[in-house]
């Protein structure tokens, strides 16, 4: 090769090698939005229904999970996936509502809504890879999501057995574990997350300001969710978790 050859594929080599580090390291640094760690918007989300809408890699996964569980005579259904802000804010501010009128305090009313439900912007199913699943082939209680309905005599238990065994093969975990020194939100056998993409959302996430952005969206209650406050959330029911989604 001719030098005045070499050094024109030399220069195009390093240059396309520095435009390739320069998207990378972009794309790295704003693989998710604002927009998208909150539930606001999502580019990713595919489906069309509250129990089908998910991020495409957890949809994908998740149909090859349930075929496998199929073939075992488990139907695995959706009761939740995706959850939108306002979604999640309407559930918060019910119960919020709901419990003050009762008489509690707002201090205390926040405490139990957050026994098992999350506060608008924090919660993991606004990602899309969050799922609460149970058996359409078993008796369908009148309230599915309790724990007991998992285990011993419960009808999901053939489920639970199945999950514990084969979920982490295609890339679920469950979130909230019975292990009794886990604090934050209760049990929840029926809650797992795709951890290929719930992983590093979670990294991008732990650093927002998460009271500025709670506060700036006024949701009901927020003027109670002093630095002390916020700062407890985070470290008991944010991340408090399964540790294999860390």
Not at 106 to 118: D, G, L, M, Q
Not at 202 to 208: D, I
Not at 218 to 239: A, M, Q, R, V
């Amino acid at each position: 090769m001719k030098r005045s050859a070499f050094l024109k594929t030399s220069f195009y080599s390093i240059l396309g090698l520095s435009v390739l580090s320069h998207f990378s390291f972009s794309a790295l640094q704003e693989k998710f939005s604002l927009s998208q760690l909150i539930g606001k918007g999502n580019p990713d989300i595919v489906g069309d229904s509250y129990t089908t809408k998910m991020h495409m890699e957890t949809a994908a996964a998740f149909q090859k999970m349930k075929a496998a569980a199929a073939k075992e005579n488990i139907d695995i259904e959706l009761v939740s996936s995706y959850r939108s802000f306002q979604r999640q804010k309407e559930i918060f501010e019910g119960k919020y509502q709901r419990f003050t009128g009762q008489g509690l305090s707002p201090e205390t009313a926040i405490e139990k809504i957050i026994e098992y439900s999350t506060i608008p912007g924090t919660s993991r199913h606004h990602w899309g890879t969050d799922i609460d699943i149970i058996d359409r082939n078993a008796p369908r209680p009148s309230s599915v999501l309790q724990p007991q309905h998992f285990h011993g005599e419960g009808p999901f238990c053939k489920l639970k057995e199945w999950l514990d065994k084969h979920s982490e093969s295609f890339g679920f975990y469950e979130v909230y574990t019975d292990d009794p020194n886990r604090k934050g939100f209760k049990y929840e056998p029926w809650h797992f997350s795709y951890a290929p993409v719930s992983i590093p959302m979670l990294k991008e996430y732990r650093n927002l300001d998460i009271k500025a952005i709670l506060q700036k969206e006024k949701i009901k209650g927020s003027e109670y969710f002093t630095d002390e406050f916020i700062s407890k959330y985070i470290s008991e029911n944010l991340l408090d978790i399964n540790p294999k989604l860390l």
